[in-house]
């Protein structure tokens, strides 16, 4: 490769631009494609701009909420704009450009993600390589799990997940090169504002960090600004919310600090033994207040375990029910990170080779390593390899371009080497037809919500659908997509019982116990979990089936939200309530089978599924066994949201019912005591204790209940 370099000397600054411009354009209008596809479906649309695709964008967007209209003033975890760097930059460019808050969180992703090609492009400039940072950056902005991740309508802090990192490798990279104290300086700085841009990725910069301090000692140990450099990164490292200082202040004290050592040592008065001690002390410092391996450790874990929480009671751990955390197989592993398995093969030679020749690249380490981990940990931990993958795959073409003689080959040879590296991953993207999160007609319900609720009020649903409810209709709930875990059992219980008083009174009472504890976990403060004083869930449970039972003051209304789509996972949600919190056993077998007829013999109807349902004599053959169906509904909803019901029963002791939703043309198979569950009840069949609820809010979308009690 070093013979046939595209020197940096022939290219001017302006030149250097041009590339990054190009990169940049390229990476933004990929990610136009998503909207080109969408933007004249009128179902995708609210408040005239296109609604954004990822659930968790919503906390976000309430912030910004928050800040710019004064809305979820009640609600207790609202993130700030000081807290987070999405908020601050949304708050921010709504103010300044005349954009509005829609137009702002649904292009944020694409404005910010395309930004990596920035620092991949300066990287490979160090080596006087600029076209092959120039490949590489149309390779990996835009490589598969990163487009995944940021593309226009994903507002989440994933945008900022391998930009930032890249930013510090450069900075880092660039002072084990030029040997200059100030590069180390620009990394230090970058190092203390990555945790308000990214904190979820922390570990990885603290693994970037000791490798930095490993490699130049290693290479380096007789350099006085090897431990000048030392010093100013685990400075960097170093929390200053270990000691009780707040964000934003945290960030700018520590800044000053880093600013004001940097200067000092730059007047050369320390002696090499005394910055090898300074060093040692500030590491020590950092391995301490850092709390480095407990960190890592707890990341590796809290992406590993399965089964029950096991501390106190037993409440069934959510990972396990998340896509993105589990166990994924080599091929989607590959795909992920580079297109196909054949390209992540290519990056990882690429890599190889790149700290063979390039010694600082066992910076990048962590970024590699933590994109193997996907293997175990899950889809998310992909995003973090891409750029350096990309980056290694170029170069191995470079290298291998070293082979052709002719200039012109070589570059034919490297241009469609990446072109067919790039191509599966556009093939994707152009594939990759992801809906917004709610469509039109439900945010409909959700903003009638808003007009008939107050902000104080709570809105009980699953945690998939915190965010949007917090931001369609300014109301607080319980579970979200950040906290779910102890009290995702009271949501599953009150959509899973059979009894609505057991429904109304844990509802009233969840949400009561939870204002008045300061907002701490329900199921903690109820069930006194993990103390000596631990209640018997269970007895209490019974408790709340008498409408007698003595409940807390009623400080503000509670909503029941039971959306359509939650459906499909409606089996997950009730596991979550399916278990003896004592024992952690799971409780019953549940039965929940929605499908859809793909053919009807005479009344016997072939279910997509498998599973055969004769209409004539209610039996159900599932696989090889047969069995007795109690219930057949058919429901059918009508223009005034009500629901026409039609019944038929066939055995006395069947074990299952079966609806049909006649306007969603869905069969759902289920078992008896699932059939009279407070979801299938209420939004299937509209059936409910009027003593104890009102319905507030009908569409076929969703049925929103007001609490009475």
Same mark, same amino acid.
């Given at each position: 490769?070093?013979?046939?370099?595209?020197?940096?000397?022939?290219?001017?600054?302006?030149?250097?631009?041009?590339?990054?411009?190009?990169?940049?354009?390229?990476?933004?209008?990929?990610?136009?494609?998503?909207?080109?596809?969408?933007?004249?479906?009128?179902?995708?649309?609210?408040?005239?701009?296109?609604?954004?695709?990822?659930?968790?964008?919503?906390?976000?967007?309430?912030?910004?909420?928050?800040?710019?209209?004064?809305?979820?003033?009640?609600?207790?975890?609202?993130?700030?704009?000081?807290?987070?760097?999405?908020?601050?930059?949304?708050?921010?460019?709504?103010?300044?450009?005349?954009?509005?808050?829609?137009?702002?969180?649904?292009?944020?992703?694409?404005?910010?993600?395309?930004?990596?090609v920035i620092p991949m492009i300066l990287i490979a400039r160090l080596y006087k390589q600029t076209l092959w940072g120039f490949f590489a950056a149309l390779l990996g902005s835009i490589a598969w799990s990163y487009y995944?991740?940021?593309?226009?309508?994903?507002?989440?802090?994933?945008?900022?997940?391998?930009?930032?990192?890249?930013?510090?490798?450069?900075?880092?990279?660039?002072?084990?090169?030029?040997?200059?104290?100030?590069?180390?300086?620009?990394?230090?700085?970058?190092?203390?504002?990555?945790?308000?841009?990214?904190?979820?990725?922390?570990?990885?910069?603290?693994?970037?960090?000791?490798?930095?301090?490993?490699?130049?000692?290693?290479?380096?140990?007789?350099?006085?600004?090897?431990?000048? !450099? %030392? #010093?100013?990164?685990? +400075?960097?490292? *170093?929390?200053?919310?270990? /000691?009780?200082?707040?964000? $934003?202040?945290?960030?700018?004290?520590?800044?000053?600090?880093?600013?004001?050592?940097?200067?000092?040592?730059?007047?050369?008065?320390?002696?090499?033994?005394?910055?090898?001690?300074?060093?040692?002390?500030?590491?020590?410092?950092?391995?301490?207040?850092?709390?480095?391996?407990?960190?890592?450790?707890?990341?590796?874990?809290?992406?590993?375990?399965?089964?029950?929480?096991?501390?106190?009671?037993?409440?069934?751990?959510?990972?396990?029910?998340?896509?993105?955390?589990?166990?994924?197989?080599?091929?989607?592993?590959?795909?992920?990170?580079?297109?196909?398995?054949?390209?992540?093969?290519? !990056? %990882? #030679?690429?890599?190889? +080779?790149?700290? *063979?020749?390039?010694?600082? /690249?066992?910076?990048?380490? $962590?970024?590699?390593?933590?994109?193997?981990?996907?293997?175990?940990?899950?889809?998310?931990?992909?995003?973090?390899?891409?750029?350096?993958?990309?980056?290694?795959?170029?170069?191995?073409?470079?290298?291998?371009?070293?082979?052709?003689?002719?200039?012109?080959?070589?570059?034919?040879?490297?241009?469609?080497?990446?072109?067919?590296?790039?191509?599966?991953?556009?093939?994707?993207?152009?594939?990759?037809?992801?809906?917004?999160?709610?469509?039109?007609?439900?945010?409909?319900?959700?903003?009638?919500?808003?007009?008939?609720?107050?902000?104080?009020?709570?809105?009980?649903?699953?945690?998939?659908?915190?965010?949007?409810?917090?931001?369609?209709?300014?109301?607080?709930?319980?579970?979200?997509?950040?906290?779910?875990?102890?009290?995702?059992?009271?949501?599953?219980?009150?959509?899973?019982?059979?009894?609505?008083?057991?429904a109304a009174n844990l509802s009233r009472l969840a949400v009561e116990t939870y204002v008045d504890s300061n907002y701490t976990l329900v199921t903690d403060s109820l069930f006194k979990n993990g103390t000596k004083n631990?209640?018997?869930?269970?007895?209490?449970?019974?408790?709340?089936?008498?409408?007698?039972?003595?409940?807390?003051?009623?400080?503000?209304?509670?909503?029941?939200?039971?959306?359509?789509?939650?459906?499909?996972?409606?089996?997950?949600?009730?596991?979550?309530?399916?278990?003896?919190?004592?024992?952690?056993?799971?409780?019953?077998?549940?039965?929940?089978?929605?499908?859809?007829?793909?053919?009807?013999?005479?009344?016997?109807?072939?279910?997509?599924?498998?599973?055969?349902?004769?209409?004539?004599?209610?039996?159900?053959?599932?696989?090889?066994?047969?069995?007795f169906v109690k219930y057949f509904i058919a429901t059918q909803d009508t223009k005034d949201g009500s629901i026409k019901l039609q019944s038929q029963f066939y055995h006395s002791n069947g074990e299952y019912a079966v609806?049909?939703?006649?306007?969603?043309?869905?069969?759902?198979?289920?078992?008896?005591?699932?059939?009279?569950?407070?979801?299938?009840?209420?939004?299937?069949?509209?059936?409910?204790?009027?003593?104890?609820?009102?319905?507030?809010?009908?569409?076929?979308?969703?049925?929103?209940?007001?609490?009475?009690?």
């Amino acid at each position: 490769m070093s013979n046939s370099k595209f020197d940096l000397g022939k290219v001017t600054e302006g030149q250097i631009l041009g590339l990054m411009l190009f990169a940049y354009l390229f990476s933004f209008a990929i990610r136009m494609i998503w909207v080109y596809q969408f933007q004249d479906n009128p179902n995708f649309i609210w408040n005239g701009q296109m609604m954004i695709n990822t659930n968790d964008g919503y906390t976000f967007a309430s912030g910004a909420q928050h800040e710019l209209y004064g809305l979820h003033s009640q609600n207790p975890r609202i993130p700030s704009m000081w807290g987070y760097s999405i908020v601050f930059f949304t708050v921010l460019f709504t103010k300044i450009t005349p954009f509005s808050l829609e137009t702002v969180i649904l292009y944020m992703p694409t404005v910010i993600s395309s930004l990596v090609v920035i620092p991949m492009i300066l990287i490979a400039r160090l080596y006087k390589q600029t076209l092959w940072g120039f490949f590489a950056a149309l390779l990996g902005s835009i490589a598969w799990s990163y487009y995944n991740r940021t593309m226009t309508g994903y507002y989440d802090t994933d945008m900022f997940s391998a930009m930032a990192p890249m930013f510090i490798l450069y900075f880092l990279m660039k002072s084990t090169i030029d040997f200059n104290l100030r590069s180390a300086l620009y990394a230090a700085i970058a190092i203390v504002l990555y945790p308000f841009l990214y904190d979820q990725g922390q570990a990885i910069i603290y693994a970037m960090g000791i490798i930095y301090g490993i490699y130049m000692v290693w290479q380096h140990k007789e350099e006085n600004t090897t431990y000048q !450099s %030392f #010093i100013l990164i685990f +400075l960097a490292l *170093i929390p200053l919310s270990y /000691f009780g200082i707040e964000r $934003p202040y945290s960030y700018l004290i520590q800044s000053f600090i880093i600013v004001g050592v940097f200067i000092f040592l730059k007047s050369d008065k320390l002696k090499e033994k005394e910055l090898m001690i300074i060093s040692a002390i500030i590491f020590i410092l950092f391995l301490v207040f850092g709390n480095v391996f407990s960190l890592i450790l707890s990341k590796i874990t809290s992406y590993t375990i399965t089964g029950t929480e096991t501390s106190g009671l037993h409440f069934y751990a959510v990972n396990q029910t998340v896509r993105e955390a589990g166990q994924i197989p080599f091929s989607t592993f590959a795909n992920r990170i580079s297109g196909s398995q054949l390209g992540v093969l290519l !990056s %990882f #030679i690429g890599y190889i +080779l790149l700290v *063979i020749r390039h010694k600082a /690249f066992i910076l990048a380490l $962590p970024l590699m390593g933590i994109g193997v981990f996907a293997l175990w940990g899950g889809l998310r931990f992909t995003v973090y390899a891409v750029p350096v993958a990309a980056m290694s795959a170029v170069y191995l073409f470079f290298v291998l371009g070293d082979f052709f003689q002719n200039k012109k080959i070589k570059y034919m040879f490297i241009f469609l080497a990446t072109m067919a590296m790039i191509y599966p991953n556009i093939k994707h993207i152009i594939a990759y037809k992801v809906p917004t999160v709610l469509n039109k007609a439900e945010v409909e319900d959700l903003d009638k919500l808003k007009h008939i609720s107050n902000p104080k009020d709570y809105t009980l649903s699953w945690w998939d659908y915190g965010y949007p409810i917090w931001y369609y209709s300014d109301t607080s709930t319980l579970i979200d997509g950040g906290k779910h875990n102890n009290d995702n059992f009271i949501i599953s219980t009150i959509m899973q019982t059979t009894s609505p008083e057991v429904a109304a009174n844990l509802s009233r009472l969840a949400v009561e116990t939870y204002v008045d504890s300061n907002y701490t976990l329900v199921t903690d403060s109820l069930f006194k979990n993990g103390t000596k004083n631990q209640l018997d869930p269970n007895m209490l449970l019974s408790e709340l089936e008498n409408s007698s039972y003595k409940l807390p003051k009623k400080t503000r209304d509670i909503y029941l939200y039971l959306p359509y789509r939650m459906l499909n996972i409606f089996p997950t949600v009730a596991i979550f309530g399916n278990i003896d919190l004592v024992t952690g056993k799971t409780e019953r077998k549940i039965t929940f089978y929605p499908t859809s007829v793909n053919k009807n013999n005479n009344g016997i109807l072939m279910f997509k599924n498998g599973i055969i349902f004769n209409t004539k004599t209610g039996v159900l053959e599932i696989g090889r066994q047969k069995a007795f169906v109690k219930y057949f509904i058919a429901t059918q909803d009508t223009k005034d949201g009500s629901i026409k019901l039609q019944s038929q029963f066939y055995h006395s002791n069947g074990e299952y019912a079966v609806v049909y939703l006649k306007s969603y043309g869905r069969f759902i198979i289920m078992d008896t005591k699932t059939f009279r569950s407070m979801y299938v009840q209420m939004f299937m069949l509209g059936k409910y204790d009027k003593n104890l609820f009102e319905l507030v809010v009908s569409s076929p979308y969703s049925r929103i209940y007001k609490l009475k009690r």
